[in-house]
């Protein structure tokens, strides 16, 4: 099982960037798909999730209206918009993926670095 984050890498405040995350090695609509993040002295926190059929997307309460998560079955990815960025959202961004029953299933990315300056 592999995810393989991409498009990480530092930004000003008030940009953006798109954070994707290709898996393989899973059936990939057997899966929840979500964005944490974890900055240096913090816990990783859920930053976003996604339902396995693509709906019902969530959100920590500091993103909503900045960031959109989604996924393209066909394509095994999954990917999070981040517009309007503050220096606050700088972390290592890992994807994460957990089996819609099995939820021993779960499986990590390596992570990618976003850093948003002032």
């Known amino acids: 099982v592999q995810l393989v984050e991409s498009g990480g890498g530092l930004v000003q405040a008030g940009g953006s960037l798109r954070l994707s995350c290709a898996a393989s090695?899973?059936?990939?609509?057997?899966?929840?798909m979500g964005w944490y993040r974890q900055a240096p002295g913090n816990q990783r926190e859920l930053v976003a999730s996604i339902t396995s059929g693509g709906g019902s997307p969530n959100y920590v309460d500091s993103v909503k209206g900045r960031f959109t998560i989604s996924r393209d079955n066909a394509k095994n990815t999954v990917s999070l918009q981040m517009n309007s960025l503050k220096p606050e959202d700088t972390a290592v961004y890992y994807c994460n993926a957990r089996h819609i029953q099995f939820r021993f299933m779960e499986y990590w990315g390596q992570g990618t670095q976003v850093t948003v300056s002032s």
């Open positions: 090695g899973i059936t990939f609509s057997y899966y929840a």
